[in-house]
């Protein structure tokens, strides 16, 4: 378990729930402000035999024969518009019991870095060094050792921004970002949708303190492969669909599918919970293989809202099963939603 918190530090946890102990693994404090979203990227997980683990080791480091190792990529993000991003390998001693975690900084970013890389910047407006990451989600993770990720992030400065990550060379670069929202950007999810022909689209939500959510297609983006480019682009990409969900910020998103079409589930500062239902049309031709550059057809088919879902702002959801969704709120509760195939909520 690894948290994140106003103090600037980062600390990774083992818990042992037969025991009901919580042991501190490694604290990380490379942050200069509060953090405030995080992402992982599990790798793979490897039993000790004997060889030597060398994904993300220096020359010299080794990991115990008796141990069983997995390696995570931890993303963090927060104030002072700072992007971490490290390496977690988790091991456990199977002779002594005990866990252990070797933290590998892996690569970082910050917006006023780029802008003081910049020619002639003394003639350009200076980012605001207060932007905040509010939000990040994984976009799309190769499945190899090495391979790269897309990282998209809610900012507030009005902007979602993409961002690659590639492990040869190790940088963080900014390849997309669009300012449509114009407010603070709460929260992102992203989705890989497949249609029954078997062609594949990646969506991605985002939502801001208006209360609407904005949906994008990054099929283009993620299967062109542009988005390795280092160079910061804005093409004009406009949402696929805008739909007005709360009356106030959206403080949290959650997507699935249910009979071809995307469910998605919002949680916001007026306390309600959303579901709205958003049927999605495919180009004639779009094949499994075939990379059509037309845009998809999103709709909004139906809306399903609970208004006083909580008390107080509702802060985060999950969804558990496909008929059941977790909510939480600042009013200390903890709900349990069962989901109907329609979008109703119960």
């Known amino acids: 378990l690894v ?7 980062l600390s990774v946890l083992g818990l042992r729930p037969l025991c009901g102990t919580v042991t501190v693994l490694a604290v990380i404090t490379d942050h200069l402000s509060s953090v405030r979203a995080l992402a992982t990227v599990p790798e ?3 039993e000790g035999g004997g060889d030597r683990q060398t994904d993300g080791l220096t020359d010299g480091q080794m990991v115990s024969p008796a141990a069983s190792c997995f390696s995570t990529l931890l993303f963090s993000a927060g104030g002072r518009a700072q992007l971490q991003c490290y390496q977690l390998l988790i091991g456990l001693d199977r002779r002594k019991g005990t866990p252990s975690c070797q933290v590998i900084q892996v690569a970082g970013h910050r917006l006023a870095e780029q802008w003081e890389r910049r020619r002639n910047r003394h003639k350009t407006v200076k980012m605001d060094p207060e932007t905040r990451y509010m ?22 400065d009005g902007a979602v921004r993409l961002f690659s990550l590639g492990l040869s060379p190790r940088r963080l670069d900014l390849v997309w970002e669009s300012f449509h929202h114009q407010r603070c950007v709460l929260s992102v999810a992203p989705y890989s949708h497949c249609s029954a022909l078997g062609s594949r689209r990646q969506f991605l939500c985002s939502a801001a303190t208006d209360g609407r959510i904005a949906v994008w297609d990054l099929t283009e983006v993620v299967v062109g492969g542009s988005w390795l480019s280092a160079s910061p682009r804005c093409q004009g990409l406009l949402p696929s669909l805008c739909v007005r969900a709360h ?10 599918e249910v009979g071809g079409r995307l469910q998605l589930a919002s949680g916001g500062d007026d306390g309600s919970l959303t579901v709205s239902t958003i049927g999605v049309q495919y180009p004639p031709g779009d094949t499994e293989g075939a990379h059509s550059h037309s845009a998809v057809s999103l709709t909004l088919d139906g809306q399903t809202s609970v208004p006083c879902a909580h008390a107080a702002p509702l802060t985060a959801l999950q969804l558990l099963t496909p008929d ?15 989901l109907g195939g329609g979008g109703g909520v119960a």
């Open 3 to 9: 948290t994140g918190g106003e103090d600037t530090a």
């Open 324 to 338: 059941l969704l977790a909510t939480t709120s600042a009013d200390q509760r903890l709900l349990l939603w069962g």
């Open 247 to 256: 009356q106030s910020g959206v403080n949290s998103l959650a997507v699935w």
């Open 44 to 46: 793979r997980a490897r």
């Open 135 to 156: 939000s990040l989600a994984v976009v799309y993770a190769g499945t190899g050792v090495g391979q790269a990720v897309l990282l998209a992030a809610g900012c507030s």
